[in-house]
């Protein structure tokens, strides 16, 4: 038996989504099931990619216009011919047309919805609906969020069809926090998709603080696609508080630098950034919105209402008073996550829907 995992992924790092791919697969090869990969065109030659290649087959796929380019039907078209694919998981939307359509007939074919979906008129909005109001009738959808889940079954997705897995984070991979006031960053905030999550009321909130007279400094991490946008939203300003940082293959580099980690998005799905903070023990803030309603079981995470600026202001302010968590609130937190965010307990789930 093997699985084809394809994947829409080719970042810098391989980040808890490969390390779930990777425990799935040792958890499947117990049952002697193989996996085998594909990932887009500019995954090759990634370090974590490397690493797969060397004990297991990855396949390229085209990433641009990848839905309605001939070349990625006939890359699908190769693939089942050269394996004997009994399970198919598409993950991040992009493949989840032409990995479906070239599928062999009697093939198990999973969606995973990893991101935010929204209803929308035009182009964008009748793609999705023939993906999931008609291709989508030969998968099974497994989303991070009840709320995802529904639109797409809004949109004509069988909805007997569709459940929920959340996530898993790799628990080795964030270590516990010491208490400690010697932190350059006060606080703390991963933003690359500028108005997705949410840095501009993250700055309007340091704006009012700093206002205020308050001293302290934001480490805002993001990417080359972050910082035209903020450059244009701050217009020739250059806030004392604001200092701009890129990604690093080890989260606790900035973990171990910052006090109070803040999540201001509009949109989420499942939120790895608010679970392995909480898991690394930092106090969270984070917008109320779909996709967080696990991190609820977590007392360590403060909410306020999404957009409030008012709210999350406030809610900064609080700690920059010298508001902390308790170690109980901590531990309560960190116990859930083990309890159910696993990536072992993610395999699990997905192995269940798989069958096996």
């Not at 078209?77 to 399970?87: A, G, L, Q, T, W």
């Not at 006090?259 to 949109?267: D, E, T, Y």
């Not at 957009?307 to 309560?332: P, R």
């Amino acid at each position: 038996m093997t699985v084809l995992q394809v994947c829409a992924y080719g970042a810098d790092y391989p980040g808890n989504f490969i390390a779930s791919l990777e425990t799935l697969e040792a958890e499947l090869k117990k049952k002697d099931i193989d996996t085998i990969y594909a990932f887009v065109d500019r995954a090759e030659g990634k370090e974590w990619c490397s690493k797969i290649q060397s004990r297991a087959k990855v396949y390229f796929l085209p990433e641009a216009k990848a839905r309605i380019l001939p070349e990625t039907y006939w890359s699908f078209h190769k693939i089942y011919k050269e394996n004997n694919i009994n399970i198919v998981h598409c993950h991040f939307e992009l493949y989840d047309i032409p990995a479906t359509i070239m599928a062999p007939r009697n093939t198990k074919i999973f969606w995973h919805l990893h991101d935010p979906i929204t209803l929308r008129s035009g182009l964008r909005g009748m793609l999705w609906q023939f993906q999931y109001g008609s291709v989508g009738k030969k998968a099974e959808l497994l989303s991070v969020a009840d709320f995802y889940r529904e639109t797409a079954v809004s949109m004509g997705f069988p909805a007997k069809q569709s459940a929920i897995v959340l996530n898993g984070i790799d628990l080795n991979r964030v270590r516990l926090q010491k208490p400690s006031e010697d932190r350059p960053f006060d606080f703390l905030t991963f933003g690359w998709d500028f108005e997705r999550k949410g840095d501009d009321l993250i700055l309007q909130a340091c704006d009012r603080l700093e206002q205020d007279g308050y001293q302290f400094r934001l480490l805002l991490n993001g990417n080359e696609q972050t910082w035209p946008k903020l450059e244009q939203y701050l217009n020739g300003r250059k806030p004392a508080y604001l200092e701009c940082g890129n990604p690093v293959s080890d989260i606790n580099q900035l973990f171990d630098n910052s006090k109070v980690f803040i999540q201001a998005s509009r949109r989420e799905t499942f939120s790895y950034a608010v679970c392995e903070a909480a898991y690394a023990g930092l106090p969270v803030i984070s917008s109320d919105i779909a996709g967080l309603e696990w991190a609820h079981e977590l007392p360590s995470v403060t909410f306020f209402p999404s957009e409030d600026v008012q709210t999350l202001y406030e809610a900064m302010k609080t700690f920059l008073d010298g508001q902390t968590i308790s170690e109980q609130a901590v531990q309560k937190s960190r116990k859930h996550i083990e309890d159910t965010l696993s990536l072992e307990v993610w395999a699990k789930h997905v192995m269940e829907h798989y069958g096996v």
